[in-house]
């Protein structure tokens, strides 16, 4: 049998996952494996042949076919997948911010060298989501996303939710357990899910979307009182990655905390796992979830997509024509000042006659109107806690009517799912 021979740089969790799961396929020889350290220990036995320090062993090397590059972050994984594909290997990625910043580029290159790009581990995991919408979605208008993309976030906030406790507190446990980095901003501030968001989306809609213009806000200023309150309006807070196409190609794409219903699916979506909810013509909603990270999850998105090359390679002269990406069209950013949302606001205010009035009165003049409104008595220290829901509005004009609750602490904003 003519073996698919494949070389992989970054022998981490994900890995090491590969690895162990292309032993059970005859028809793949993985022929080299890059790594940073030749001498750490590893939960994996690879032979030390098989083992080099310098990636351009595997880039360079004329006898493989295909380079799974498994390290994430933009270089030097651009230098190491460029010089591949000008040597003509297909390439497999798990590198979402690679894609999410330089995916043009770098798709447009493999073009050129008419080789296929597969990143199926890149977004959600081991959730099957960019073969699905590539291939059998394909005859779907996709033109509103919802997902939630990072496993962290989603692990954090259950616990806040669950458990009462603080965004601190729950951190601190998570980082103790490993499920959370010792440095968590590319996951807690929303970087993560916006890498993922940016490729989804240009797949999705099959219109350009920049990192640049993505909105972005992080979890770590919910509390865990807003976790209470939305609870008792009938709402989970989730980290959402959002993204929604009009028929003018403008499109709003954005990752940050909501108050979503718990009528909904994605509520009901804990711990680490990820999900996505596509809307579109003619399929409507369709939602799939599962594990969005681990060892194991994301070999079996790096490993299909290997055995997809594998399939053809040798068969045809331009392989896997479907999940090629080459859109010539840009979408045109909408700015999240001019987007319309429903709010949820938490207010601390003076004890005052004529507060709820005040706020009532700001908010009109805005042309806000509200949903709901809900004072729960006075504090000990003559202040009151005041929760605001509003109607759909802008958001210019919301930031706006804040601005003018100088008298009050607004102490959360949060946006409200539809
Ligand atoms: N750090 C990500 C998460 C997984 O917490 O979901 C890899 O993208």
């Known amino acids: ?9 970054g022998l981490g969790t994900v890995g090491s996952g590969v690895y162990k799961t292309l032993k059970n396929f005859d028809n793949v020889e993985i022929i080299k494996i890059a790594v940073k350290n030749l001498n750490k220990k590893r939960s994996v036995e690879v032979p030390s042949s098989m083992l080099t320090d310098n990636p351009y062993e595997i880039v360079n090397d004329p006898s493989i076919d295909v380079v799974v590059e498994l390290i994430g972050g933009v270089e030097p994984a651009y230098s190491y997948l460029e010089t591949a594909i000008k040597n003509g290997k297909h390439i497999v990625t798990a590198n979402k911010e690679l894609l999410a910043k330089r995916g043009e580029e770098i798709f447009n290159l493999a073009e050129k060298y008419n080789r296929v790009i597969l990143y199926e ?3 959600a995991g081991g959730i099957p989501i ?14 509103k996303i919802h ?7 989603n692990y954090i906030l259950t616990k806040m939710d669950t458990e009462g406790a603080s965004y601190e507190a729950v951190l601190k446990e998570a980082q103790e357990l490993g499920y959370a980095e010792t440095d968590p901003t590319g996951d807690v501030e929303g970087f993560d899910a916006a890498y993922k968001i940016t490729t989804l989306a240009t797949i999705a809609f099959k219109k350009k979307i920049k990192f640049e213009n993505v909105y972005r806000e992080g979890i770590t200023k919910i509390r865990k009182e ?16 959002t993204a929604s196409i009009d028929e003018n190609d403008n499109a709003d794409v954005r990752v940050h905390p909501m108050l979503i219903s718990k009528d909904t699916t994605l509520a009901h979506i804990d711990y680490v796992t990820n999900a996505v909810e596509l809307n579109g013509f003619p399929i409507g909603k369709v939602v799939l979830s599962g594990p969005g990270a681990g060892e194991f999850p994301t070999a079996s998105s790096v490993v299909g997509d290997i055995l997809a090359i594998a399939a053809e390679f040798g068969k045809s002269d331009y392989i896997l024509p479907m999940m090629r990406c080459n859109h010539s069209t840009k979408a045109n950013p909408v700015k999240i000042e001019d987007t319309y949302n429903k709010y949820y606001i938490s207010i601390t205010a003076p004890n005052a006659i004529g507060i709820i009035a005040k706020i009532g009165t700001i908010c009109a003049n805005k042309n806000i109107s ?6 729960r008595g006075v504090s000990k220290d003559n202040t009151a806690d005041i929760i605001v829901i509003t109607e759909k509005c802008q958001e ?7 601005e003018e609750l100088k008298d009050c602490t607004v102490n959360s ?6």
Request: aromatic share 2%; hydrophobic share 55%; proline share 1%.
């Open 413 to 418: 904003i949060i946006r409200v799912a539809d």
């Open 147 to 153: 997902a939630i993309l990072n496993g962290t976030t």
């Open 396 to 402: 210019k004009l919301l930031r706006e009517a804040v």
């Open 1 to 9: 049998m003519n073996k698919l021979k494949i070389g992989i740089i």
């Open 121 to 123: 581990a890149a977004i």
């Open 130 to 143: 960019i073969m699905p919408v590539k291939t059998i979605l394909a005859g779907n208008k996709i033109n």
């Open 370 to 375: 509200l949903s709901s409104i809900l004072q």
């Open 226 to 241: 807003d976790m209470k309150e939305a609870n008792e309006f009938g709402y989970k807070i989730k980290l959402i990655a």
